[in-house]
């Protein structure tokens, strides 16, 4: 069942190209809230993008995502007949559940409900419905792609690790250990191993904290199944000086998956000095991250990424503005 609340939009800030929606749906056991973004003006149905945000109870699209958001993609296309679907996981914001019992596949179903959604609205062509998301949000894309592929025409996986949670786990910890105790590579990873194993097993027996309980949850996710699997157009988007998910070790991962090379709808791109939330940075800053700047070579490959899968409305919606 598809619960559906437009209220009066509101003018965004792209010289009123586009009104802001607020909607909500229903998942499941669940009523998910969120934003819908709209073309005022359409000579077709437009293409729609739906954002994925990252882990944790308190990350929200409205608040931690919105300058990124803004950045990646509602900037770029301020005059493009392109949709943006935006919602809060459930148990985040006015979103209904409990964020720390769901898995990857529940977000993902919640995410194949927003598609389904967006296939109610007459101004989306339901063919061009693409998912977008950064971090864990890229994982959750690489489901998507796998599971619902009659729904989600292409995605971008943002600093999605190709490799298990286990896995990532340990990359965070090395990282800290390299970063903060001055520890080689190599020792730091022997470390992490270590303090992982430690960490999964009091997890397993005592989940106290609300992240120890999404951590039980998921800990033993692995994509590969789902990453086989995807057939539908694929970037994924590495940082070089990504904390959280080592580029080489998502690119090794994809070397073992396919030893004859990447399948042609799966492409990435390694942004060069950059971090997990694609700020130009060094691998072990420390300073204020308020004062990093997003990329935009970055999102001059997203761009080009997006324009090429729905090129084809993109130049029929100019063409008909230069005529004007």
Known sequence: MIVLLLVAGIHLSFADSKDSLSVQFVSDDALIKGKLILPQKQDKKAPAIIFLIGSGGNSSYSKDYKRFLEFFLEEPFENDEVAFLYFDKRGVGESEGVWYKA??????????????????????????????????????????????????????????????????????????????????????????????????TIISLFPLQEN?????????????????????????????????????????????????????????????????????????????WSDLKFSEDTRDVMVDWIKNEIGNVLEAGIRSKTAN
């Open 103 to 200: 898995d990857f596949e529940q977000r993902a179903r919640d995410a194949m409900h927003a598609a389904e959604y967006l296939r109610t609205v007459p101004q989306i062509d339901q063919e061009k419905i693409y998912v977008v998301g950064h971090s864990q949000g890229g994982w959750i894309v690489q489901v998507c792609l796998s599971e619902y592929p009659h729904l989600f025409a292409g995605g971008i996986s943002m600093a999605g690790p190709t490799f298990d949670v286990k896995k990532q786990l340990v990359n965070d910890y090395q990282s800290a250990f390299i970063c903060n105790k001055n520890l080689a590579p190599e020792k730091a990873l022997k470390k992490a191993k270590r303090m992982v194993n430690r960490d999964l």
């Open 212 to 288: 120890w309980k999404q951590l039980k949850v998921i800990r033993k996710f692995d994509p590969k199944e789902y990453l086989l699997n995807v057939k539908k157009p694929l970037l994924l988007l590495f940082a070089e000086n990504d904390r959280l998910v080592n580029p080489t070790w998502s690119l090794e991962h994809l070397g073992e998956l396919y030893p004859k090379g990447l399948p042609e709808n799966i492409s990435f791109h390694i942004a060069a000095d950059e971090n997990h939330s694609f700020k130009t940075s060094p691998f072990c800053y420390k300073g204020a």
